[in-house]
């Protein structure tokens, strides 16, 4: 059982900002009620945030059955990114 001591609020992330930051790797934005996350293409916070309180099922079965898939996605973005040429590189 874990100690009330053990971990110090203070050092604990904040609840909506990290499930912000797992609905952009999650790309819920794509389905968000709020125009402006989807104009943005990422989250823009909130109470919730509102995508994750709307679709909770989404969050789950991400995180449950397709992490890997996410994973594969981002890494493979990360390498395209590493390869693409500066601007006005030759």
Known sequence: MIQDDDIPLCIM??????????SDLLMAYKICRRR??????SCQ???????YLQQRN???????YELDEYRNYWTAQRRRAKTRTPWGAS
């Open 13 to 22: 992330p904040d609840f909506d900002d990290t499930l912000r930051r797992l």
């Open 58 to 64: 989404l969050f789950a079965d991400a995180v449950r």
């Open 45 to 51: 916070g909130g109470f919730g945030p509102p995508c």
């Open 36 to 41: 402006t996350c989807r104009w943005h293409e």
